[in-house]
């Protein structure tokens, strides 16, 4: 995962972690929109967010989602 960000100042790559069997892979994230799941490839888990938060990015990703990102705030709403 590339940790640089872009011109727009947001980081645009993030890696996720499936919560059944812990592979990790590395997905593009939408500048404009929270993803509401996801599909582990190792073994076909549907990640969705967890009670609070507003994507997998969020729940499951090291970096959050470039909505959040744009806001400064968590997905639970605070800062």
């Known amino acids: ?3 640089d960000c872009t011109s727009d100042g947001l ?5 996720l972690t ?3 069997c812990r ?11 929270c993803i509401q799941w996801s ?5 076909g888990h549907r990640l969705v967010p967890k009670r609070g938060d507003c994507c997998v990015y ?3 990703g090291f970096i959050p989602c470039p909505p959040i990102q744009k806001s400064g705030r ?6």
């Open 23 to 33: 592979h990790r892979w590395t997905e593009s994230m939408p500048d404009n929109a």
């Open 18 to 20: 499936c919560p059944s």
């Open 58 to 60: 969020c729940s499951f």
């Open 11 to 15: 980081i645009h790559e993030s890696v």
């Open 39 to 43: 599909l582990c490839p190792a073994c």
């Open 1 to 3: 995962m590339t940790s």
């Open 74 to 79: 968590s997905c639970c709403g605070g800062t």
